[in-house]
């Protein structure tokens, strides 16, 4: 394998246990957003954008899905003759399957990936959030700063600032001093768990770390401390612009909601960073003479017969007469059937909704609905 | 032993009829049902019937065509064995008035001797339709037929069975037979073969004019024949665009129609067929029209019965009323004015 300059490892083997139903089969990278993608298509699609090629994608928890829809890189553009993206599950080394249990020893266990390409630097990211950033810029920074580590950080609101990874810097971004969920925090700089290393650099913290049994084998809570205890040169790279962490059913239903928002900070349209995806085939949609379609987005393969309201329809998904649909994400091949009434709801994949069932959140509680089959089991019946 | 058939697209049809929109592309590159272009059904169709091995035979303005089959890769005949071939005729062949011309054959016999398939498969680029070729082929070989061509309410299809061997027979011996095309054997009363036909009774129209194109197309919006052509099982495969879903935003309704992808809607638009990334802005009003990818209409507009071609842009305020039987054809890339009345 060729040298190269810098490769990303995508950290996407995740639970996200706060999305209950919507991941009990399926990992929280490949869950869909935004009518067309999955969460995990905007990280790749950054790295394809940036020029970062190189791509490890560690997966653990329920990773059929994401590993099939992963597959050779083809979709991203990660499908390369050297280099490209390559699915890194756990695997057994002697006598038994050693399982990542934090997000440092999942890089440590793959060392022998990073070492065919010999990096320089090693950009560590998550397929957790939704955002568009060129990281070919942060690497820039990072070499500029002549940084050991460079983290990402993003301004937050003050009230937000303790449910963050908090960093506190000097007035040249030096981190001096890291937070984890500060009760009193000193700083609204919160890190994204975007990071850059020096290769070198990050391999001997990893050696120290494994052997350390008190540590949680975490970025954020054990390799970050052990960089600034060790007077390593940590910078903070700001980052301007919309990061959403979709990891509960109220985040994921709003960042939807965002893209409706015709002042969002998050254009899909934009062709100069266009975000990837697998296809699937489907005929363009098609609006019934019954339709009525409001401030909305829809994705191939729907067929409309109801109205749609404020609301993010994925492929494949029919609406029958009669339905209305409000504020609401309906997922891939979703049925929906006559006279229904969904209000302020995520609708999860291939579900068939009965006629006339109405959905809407709980009076005073105005929290967003997750529809579950459980749920059309207990109005059929 | 499963028999095994080649695929042949004639891709070389070009027809005065459809002057306007296919003066700068071949007819099998047309745009057509939001999404795809022409030759996508044919081609698809093979695929679905298990054809891993097809030949594309264009001749005029092949580059878009060229540009969207790529490798294959989107119908899935990027192989390693078989896949997707692409034989340009040379100009200087004459034109034959039927489908498969033995010339254009003969300069690329290689591919015929190469193949491993017994049966070819020879079909014309310009059909709309959704169809198995696996009971033709059953049918062929229950009836000991030379040569099966498949019809559709009586009228020949222009889609014929013919044995390898037997093809490149008549290809090797055209000069002395005189038989210039398939369409030239089948039509030779005198022709010592055994003609069968397949009669295929689900919907196929021919696009070969701008009348049947406009009414074709219309013919998608209806379900019964949507639900022909837009099979789950055998879907028609075109070239992947990375488009975000469309937005449609609070002005504007959309009743009875087809919009592709990357599409932001602001004006009213009824029975009509929208490609992907098109714009259309707030007060227009479209009906029964065909609008191919990336237009912009501007706000305020009228069309009614109007024909778009790619990359079109209706400057604000315009009027464009075309009829039913005469829709009005705008070509690729021109800029219509509110006081421009070509």
Known sequence: MGKKQCVA??????????LYSLTKSLAKPAIPFGGKYRIIDFTLSNCSNSGIETVGVLTQYQPLVLNSYIGIGSAWDLDRVNGGVTVLPPYSESSEVKWYTGTASAIYQNQNYLSQYDPEYVLILSGDHIYKMNYEEMLEYHINKQADASISVIQVGWEEASRFGIMNTNKDMDII????????PKNNLASMGIY???????????????????????????????????????????FKGYWKDVGTVQSLWEANMDLLDDNSELN????????????????????????????????????????????????????????????SVIMPDAKIGNDVYIEKAIVPSDITIPDGMVIKPEKDLDEVVLVTEEMVNEMIS | MKRSMLGIIDATTHLEDLEELTAHRTLAALPIGGRYRLIDFVLSNMVNSGIGSVAIFPKYQYRS???????????????????????PASISDSNTNGIGSFNHFAANIDYFHRSKQEYALVANCFTVFNMNFNPVLERHLASGCDITEVTNNGNSLEVYLIKKSKLINLIDSRDATGYTCMKDVVLDINNQLKICEYEYNGYAEKIDSISSYYR??????????????????????????????????????????????????????????????????????????????????????????????KDVIVESGTVMIGTANSPFV?????????????
């Open chain 1, 9 to 18: 490892m995508l950290l996407a083997g995740g639970k996200g246990s706060r």
């Open chain 1, 177 to 184: 001093e890291f937070e984890e969920k500060p009760q009193h």
């Open chain 1, 196 to 238: 850059i290393f020096k290769w070198k650099v990050l391999k001997e913290l990893l050696e120290e770390d494994n052997l350390n049994k008190n540590s949680s084998h975490d970025f954020g809570k054990d390799i970050i401390p052990l960089l600034i205890e060790q007077k390593k040169k940590v910078v903070a790279y700001p």
């Open chain 1, 268 to 327: 899909i349209s934009d062709y100069n960073w266009r975000i990837y995806t697998v296809n699937p085939n489907h005929p363009p949609q098609y609006i019934s003479s019954d339709a009525h379609v409001r401030e909305s987005m829809v994705n191939e393969g729907c067929i409309i017969s109801g109205d749609l309201e404020k609301s993010i329809v994925f492929q494949g998904v029919t609406v029958g007469k009669g339905t209305i649909i409000r504020s």
């Open chain 2, 65 to 87: 065509l060229m540009d969207h089959l790529g490798s294959g890769k989107n119908w899935d005949l990027d192989r390693k064995r078989d896949g997707l071939f692409f034989f």
């Open chain 2, 216 to 309: 074709v197309s219309k013919d998608i919006l209806k379900s019964n024949v949507w639900n022909q052509l837009f099979i789950k099982e055998r879907p028609i495969f075109t070239k992947v665009k990375d488009e975000p879903p469309t937005r449609y935003t609070s002005t504007g309704e959309v009743k009875n129609s087809m919009i592709a992808n990357g599409c932001f809607i602001e004006g009213d638009i009824n029975n009509s067929i929208i490609s992907r990334a098109v714009k259309v802005g707030k007060g227009s009003s479209l009906k029964n029209c065909i609008i191919m990818q990336k237009c912009t209409i501007g706000e305020n507009c009228q069309l009614d019965s109007v024909i778009l071609d």
């Open chain 2, 330 to 342: 705008v070509r690729k890339g021109t800029v219509q004015g509110a006081l421009m009345n070509s």
